[in-house]
């Protein structure tokens, strides 16, 4: 496993990549010149060495709710690979998303957590935005991470 400080030299090496120093020590490294919303390449780098690295271009499978994969036991290859695809992925307009995401309309609208608690998914431009009630909550850039999340805190749709 690398140290903190070799994943850092790893990270700095990436010039397009601006450091921001957050709590705990933490580290996070933004892509500013993104073409999406997503800014933030390389999340919460800790000195145990523990960190993550967005991966909107994997399979969902592979990625948390945010879409980050955790970078902890990554080699120096695994690491310098899986930035520079996040860095190309953040880089460049996804189209068949948009087209993807047109299928899944059907998720919009009110959800419920045991009959009493109630969120609302809505797509809103390229995001998926999930509100109580007009309070912001939580937003996502795939349907199908709206869903997972509000699945995962035990909501359903409601008829």
């Known amino acids: 496993m690398l140290t903190f400080e070799e994943k850092l030299s790893i990270i700095e090496s990436f010039p397009e990549l601006e ?13 500013e010149e993104s073409v999406h919303e997503k800014k933030i390449v390389v999340q919460h780098l800790h000195p145990n060495g523990n960190g993550f690295v967005y991966g909107g271009h994997l399979p969902k499978t592979a990625i948390d709710r945010k879409g980050y994969v955790n970078i ?5 290859s695994e690491l310098r690979d ?27 609208g009110v959800w419920t957590k045991r009959g009493q608690e109630e969120l609302s998914l809505v797509k809103e431009d390229l995001l998926w935005n999930i509100y109580s009630g007009s309070n912001l909550e939580d937003c996502f850039e795939s349907p199908i991470e709206a869903e997972r999340y509000l699945k995962e805190e035990g909501f359903s749709k409601k008829d």
Do not use: M, W
């Open 82 to 108: 899986i930035i520079k695809k996040s860095i190309g992925y953040l880089s460049e307009l996804h189209e068949e998303k948009e087209e993807e995401e047109d299928t899944y309309n059907d998720l919009e």
């Open 72 to 76: 902890r036991d990554y080699s120096e």
């Open 19 to 31: 450091r921001k120093d957050v709590s705990l020590g933490r580290v996070n490294f933004h892509y």
